[in-house]
């Protein structure tokens, strides 16, 4: 295409990373569950959902009266400490106090000293939506461990319409910007030649954060004693328990870093996109699961490849063939199709001697 300048591929490049980032952070949280208890968590789009409202009510909320900000701490604080200890473990009652003061202490300070930035939200939000994933595993997957695979995917379905729904009852149904200003949204751009190529803070943010993000969870999962666990979990959960391992804290702890991973591309794709709404999940959870299975899904590594990869899929397709722009999620699903077809192992592959 003779208009298709060096500008534009450096545009759409940073474009397409942005998004791909976002899907694979997505992705990863189905395949860190998919690889632990082998069930498909249709109700993460909606964990991804609670993230961004989350940070858009810190944001736009703060600074609070210093009686409401002591009832959310409360609330808040209370809910995350008790899950905290859980999942880590935390029995001894100098580390419980350390730890309360700095969760207590912490928030309350956030709510009501000053109106929030986007990292302080960022942050709240995805402590808050990472309890909310564990409870979700605690009240919707855990009863039904022992039971047949079919009813744990039906209630996985079932779980993602009543958080959509309960969405839509407690925030309201319509769309809401995202429009806190901050330096990711700031207009900028650099010269190339005689072009300009135009862009946001988010655009190097999102890739920059998922890259950290993965490596702080591949330092996670192959050197601490919980990663091995999960791995161990992963590779065969009764003999991982006759050995002491806590099946339960694991599966727990998998929910609890998938939804922060979910969370974190909430935050970011709503910053992006300026706008929030109840169902906003939907789409981004189907094709993050879409990515997933094309890169693999139980590889980590398969998950960021196939967030990446479809990422640029829909970024070039409206780039090269602007007409053929209502159907770029045909693209995305005629892929998943044909490596279903010819690769049902994915990209990547799965080990099946070591999933996590």
Same mark, same amino acid.
């Given at each position: 295409?003779?208009?298709?300048? &060096?500008?534009?591929?450096?545009?759409?490049?940073?474009?397409?990373?942005?998004?791909?980032?976002?899907?694979?952070?997505?992705?990863?949280?189905?395949?860190?569950?998919?690889?632990?208890?082998?069930?498909?968590?249709?109700?993460?789009?909606?964990?991804?959902?609670?993230?961004?409202?989350?940070?858009?009510?810190?944001?736009?909320?703060?600074?609070?009266?210093?009686? $409401?900000?002591?009832?959310?701490?409360?609330? $808040?604080?209370?809910?995350?400490?008790?899950?905290?200890?859980?999942?880590?473990?935390?029995?001894?009652?100098?580390?419980?106090?350390?730890?309360?003061?700095?969760? &207590?202490?912490?928030?309350?300070?956030?709510?009501?000293?000053?109106?929030?930035?986007?990292?302080?939200?960022?942050?709240?939000?995805?402590?808050?939506?990472?309890?909310?994933?564990?409870?979700?595993?605690?009240?919707?997957?855990?009863? =039904?461990?022992?039971?047949?695979?079919?009813?744990?995917?039906?209630?996985?379905?079932?779980?993602?319409?009543?958080?959509?729904?309960?969405?839509?009852?407690?925030?309201?149904?319509?769309?809401?910007?995202?429009?806190?200003?901050? *330096? $990711?949204?700031?207009?900028?751009?650099?010269?190339?030649?005689?072009?300009?190529?135009?862009?946001?803070?988010?655009?190097?943010?999102?890739?920059?954060?998922?890259?950290?993000?993965?490596?702080?969870?591949?330092?996670?999962?192959?050197?601490?004693?919980?990663?091995?666990?999960?791995?161990?979990?992963?590779?065969?959960?009764?003999?991982?328990?006759?050995?002491?391992?806590?099946?339960?804290?694991?599966?727990? =702890?998998?929910?609890?870093?998938?939804?922060?991973?979910?969370?974190?591309?909430?935050?970011?794709?709503?910053?992006?996109?300026?706008?929030?709404?109840?169902?906003?999940?939907?789409?981004?959870?189907?094709?993050?699961?879409?990515?997933?299975?094309?890169?693999?899904?139980?590889?980590?590594?398969?998950?960021?490849?196939?967030?990446?990869?479809?990422?640029?899929?829909?970024?070039? *397709?409206?780039?090269?063939?602007?007409?053929?722009?209502?159907?770029?999620?045909?693209?995305?699903?005629? $892929?998943?199709?044909?490596?279903?077809?010819?690769?049902?192992?994915?990209?990547?592959?799965?080990?099946?001697?070591?999933? *996590?």
């Amino acid at each position: 295409m003779p208009d298709y300048t &060096f500008a534009r591929i450096v545009q759409d490049f940073l474009n397409a990373l942005t998004l791909g980032s976002l899907y694979a952070l997505i992705a990863l949280g189905y395949t860190m569950v998919y690889g632990i208890i082998r069930l498909i968590n249709f109700a993460h789009g909606e964990i991804f959902m609670l993230g961004s409202y989350f940070a858009f009510y810190a944001m736009t909320l703060t600074p609070m009266h210093w009686g $409401l900000a002591l009832l959310t701490t409360v609330l $808040l604080g209370g809910t995350v400490l008790l899950v905290l200890r859980s999942l880590f473990n935390l029995e001894e009652p100098k580390r419980t106090f350390l730890l309360a003061l700095l969760i &207590f202490g912490g928030t309350f300070f956030l709510l009501a000293s000053r109106q929030l930035g986007w990292i302080e939200a960022l942050l709240l939000s995805m402590l808050a939506t990472g309890v909310a994933g564990v409870l979700l595993e605690a009240v919707a997957y855990r009863p =039904l461990r022992g039971a047949p695979r079919e009813s744990m995917l039906i209630t996985a379905i079932a779980a993602s319409f009543f958080l959509q729904n309960m969405g839509q009852l407690l925030f309201g149904p319509r769309v809401r910007g995202f429009n806190a200003e901050t *330096v $990711l949204n700031q207009p900028r751009s650099f010269a190339i030649g005689e072009e300009t190529v135009y862009f946001t803070g988010i655009l190097i943010v999102v890739p920059a954060v998922t890259a950290v993000l993965l490596f702080v969870l591949n330092l996670f999962v192959t050197r601490t004693r919980l990663g091995k666990a999960m791995r161990a979990t992963a590779q065969d959960a009764e003999v991982a328990q006759m050995m002491g391992v806590n099946v339960n804290q694991v599966i727990a =702890l998998t929910f609890f870093i998938g939804s922060i991973l979910a969370a974190a591309a909430g935050v970011m794709y709503s910053i992006r996109f300026g706008q929030i709404h109840p169902l906003m999940g939907l789409m981004p959870g189907i094709k993050a699961f879409t990515a997933a299975v094309i890169g693999g899904i139980g590889s980590l590594p398969g998950a960021v490849l196939g967030g990446l990869l479809l990422g640029f899929i829909e970024i070039y *397709v409206v780039s090269l063939f602007p007409t053929l722009s209502a159907y770029k999620d045909v693209f995305a699903f005629v $892929l998943l199709i044909l490596i279903l077809l010819f690769r049902p192992s994915g990209l990547v592959g799965e080990d099946l001697t070591e999933k *996590v």
